[in-house]
């Protein structure tokens, strides 16, 4: 079993406001879910223009794990109004 975790720092261009923020971070962590994947908004809560999640998905080889938060993180890279400004993958197998 291999657990797969990305950090995803993001800048909310058009988000004027924390309830413009939370239709933005809905709409991407629901796009995310699609792929089989869990979805949390971990720091910046209080901030209307940018957001962390953290995204984790658990899969019975490595490089699948790996695969989903790839295709996971092109998604959040194509959602108008959102800039991905860093992204870190952890990846943990059995010998971990």
Not at 50 to 58: D, E, G, K, P, S
């Amino acid at each position: 079993m291999f657990v797969a975790l990305l950090r995803l720092d993001l800048r909310l261009q058009d988000a004027a406001s924390l309830k413009d923020k939370r239709s933005v971070v809905r709409g991407v962590a629901a796009s995310l879910r699609k792929l089989n994947c869990a979805v949390a908004e971990v720091d910046h809560q209080d901030l209307r223009q940018r957001t962390t999640l953290a995204v984790a998905t658990v899969a019975g080889e490595g490089f699948h794990a790996r695969r989903v938060l790839v295709t996971a993180e092109r998604e959040v890279e194509r959602t108008p109004g959102v800039e991905l400004l860093s992204s870190d993958v952890t990846l943990y197998g059995p010998e971990d």
